[in-house]
């Protein structure tokens, strides 16, 4: 007790003085802080391309102001010769083509099959590689799309325990880069998963899926990944022989929206496919199951389609069949104006090629399909920053919002192989990519630098 009281009143003393000293204190910060913490910056754009519009406009500048403090970087003006301040850092563009950033709107960055030393089954890769080392991976992956000009992934489950949750608050409290992550926690699904279990190691379903059979199960499941940081639902629709009745497909929309939260739904069978869709599901993931009476009730309910298109090529083990209907319905999709985004799933180890290059790799199938390029680039941008939720905040080149911005030497309106040569990136305000080199020193923090924020 005795302590006690000395401990309390060297404390008072303390606050006391801390009290005295505070306005100096904090005039003294504050004079000499807002300086370091807010850098203007201004890109000279050689054209700066306009996906939504398909439009090119030549010699623009964007006007960025950077807060290093809050991680912020928004876009202030844009126009021809702006007047700018005196200690204004120029970025010269102006032999590149710049135009906000991609969206990959369906990968799983904490997931990589691999031949060794499991097969390529992911079942095994879940019993092998622990979250954290998952997690950990999940940063590779994200800082290597991210290099090739992917600002936006939707990272749609099979992330261990949320490591998903984990690497998203790490990028936007200030420790790492990456992209812009909507993740969706653990998927949800019926009994098993996308498993085939036995059942001596039942259990194995967890941490990659949630089982939830019941009306009570699916609410608990949906409310425990949002409390763990999820920001889109994901739910396997059809995975087992048991698939969602269109109630409970309904049941997923109302508890989600009744949080904010969107739902996206993977579908692997027709009939599984057709319940998704009459339940008024965000997006419908994997292209195998649609057909053309499928795409006519997307279009009419305006539901996204993230078809997860993997093309035919040497590392893929796509067959001509296969191939032959991806394209034919891609470009049905296309035709009856279903609203479309670039999805990849490109969750595997390929050797001699990066996450970033594995990704762009699946443009193939969009050229294949006969798709112009000016709406792959809109397909790559617009649409993925709509599905994402993000189109008001951030994605196109507008005044107000967070500066994302890639260049390329080459017009990708006239040829879509041009992002193949993306050698500059700016992730909110700050270079990520310059000159085809990554220098990511200043997105590096040894604490969170924008704000502890466990939302
Ligand atoms: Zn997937």
Redesign the pocket.
């Known amino acids: 007790m005795r302590t006690y009281c000395l401990r309390t009143i060297a404390t008072t003393l303390l606050l006391l003085s801390a009290i005295v000293f505070l306005p100096a204190t904090v005039n003294a910060q504050a004079a000499g802080k807002a300086s370091d913490d807010i850098q203007m910056v201004l890109v000279q754009a050689g054209h700066l391309v306009d996906p939504a519009s398909g439009t090119a406009t030549p010699d623009q500048e964007i006007l960025i102001e950077r807060n290093n403090r809050t991680g912020r970087g928004i876009i202030q003006a844009i126009g021809e010769n702006l007047e700018v301040p005196a200690d204004t850092e120029i970025i010269d563009l102006s032999g590149h083509y710049v135009t906000g950033g991609l969206v990959d709107a369906?990968?799983?960055l904490g997931l990589t099959y691999k031949e060794d030393p499991e097969s390529n089954k992911y079942y095994f890769t879940t019993l092998m590689d622990s979250t954290p080392i998952r997690a950990i991976q999940s940063f590779s992956t994200g800082f290597q799309k991210l290099a090739s000009g992917f600002t936006i992934v939707r990272d749609?489950?099979?992330n261990g325990l949320y490591a998903d949750t984990a690497l998203r608050r790490a990028i936007e409290q200030g420790w790492v880069p990456g992209p812009t992550m909507i993740n969706s926690g653990i998927i949800i699904g019926a009994f098993g998963g996308q498993f085939s279990e036995i059942p001596e190691r039942e259990e194995t379903v967890y941490p990659e899926y949630l089982n939830a059979d019941t009306d009570d199960e699916i609410v608990k499941a949906i409310r425990r990944n949002i409390h763990y940081g999820a920001r889109v639902i994901k739910v396997c629709v059809d995975c087992q022989a048991y698939p969602y009745t269109v109630d409970q497909l309904k049941l997923f929309v109302s508890e989600a929206a009744n949080a904010g939260r969107k739902v996206s739904g993977?579908v692997q069978t027709p009939e599984g496919a057709r319940r998704a869709a009459e339940a008024g599901l965000w997006s419908l993931?994997?292209d195998r199951a649609m057909d053309p009476e499928l795409h006519a009730i997307m279009a009419k309910k305006g539901i996204w389609r993230a078809g997860?298109e993997t093309p035919k090529a040497a590392w893929s083990r796509v067959s001509d069949e296969e191939w032959e209907r991806r394209i034919a319905m891609l470009r049905d999709a296309y035709d009856q104006g279903v609203k479309l985004v670039f999805s990849t799933?490109a969750?595997y180890f390929i050797r001699g090629m990066d996450r970033g290059e594995l990704t762009l790799e699946f443009v193939k199938t969009w050229k294949a399909a006969g798709i112009p390029h000016a709406d792959i680039l809109k397909i790559m941008t617009t649409h993925g920053y709509e599905i994402s939720e993000l189109e008001n905040e951030r994605g196109p080149i507008k005044e107000g919002f967070m500066a994302d911005l890639i260049a390329m030497p080459e017009n990708p309106l006239e040829n879509i192989d041009a992002l193949h040569g993306i050698d500059f990136v700016m992730k909110d305000g700050l270079v990520f990519k310059r000159d085809g080199v990554v220098a990511p020193m200043d997105f590096f923090h040894n604490g969170p630098a924008y704000g502890w924020d466990k939302k």
């Open positions: 369906h990968d799983h749609l489950g099979n993977h993931d994997h997860t799933d969750d």
